[in-house]
């Protein structure tokens, strides 16, 4: 039985890697994080945003920003109306939540 994350992480250490997928690339702790998950092998990642933005906020917490892979966002490469998709952990919509609350405003707007 899983009771912490030392014992999640022995559980997939050595399994299929699965690929992450991160769009908050100004945020340390998340590059961080997704640095951290990669040298433990648990997945491969991908940032979608800004690449100067990720390199540099990576590179200022001491995160190699090499890592990743990094994907420009849309309106970046020049596509006026890309298509998404919004994902959060849960389907309602909770103020406890910022990423369901933003979909929800998305949705609205779109």
């Not at 849309?74 to 998404?84: E, T």
Request: hydrophobic content about 45%; cysteine-free.
């Amino acid at each position: 039985m899983i009771k912490s994350l030392d014992d999640l992480l022995k559980e997939v250490q050595g399994k299929k890697f699965g690929r992450l997928v991160v769009a908050k690339e100004e945020d340390p702790h998340t590059i961080a994080a997704v640095s951290d998950a990669i040298e433990k092998e648990i997945v491969e990642a991908t940032m979608v945003g800004n690449p100067e933005e990720i390199k540099r906020v990576a590179k200022e917490h001491n995160v190699d920003p090499d890592k990743v892979e990094i994907i420009e966002t849309a309106h970046a490469l020049g596509i006026d109306m890309p298509k998404v998709a919004l994902i959060a952990a849960v389907e309602k919509v909770s103020l406890k939540m910022a990423a369901t609350t933003e979909a929800a405003i998305i949705t609205k707007i779109v």
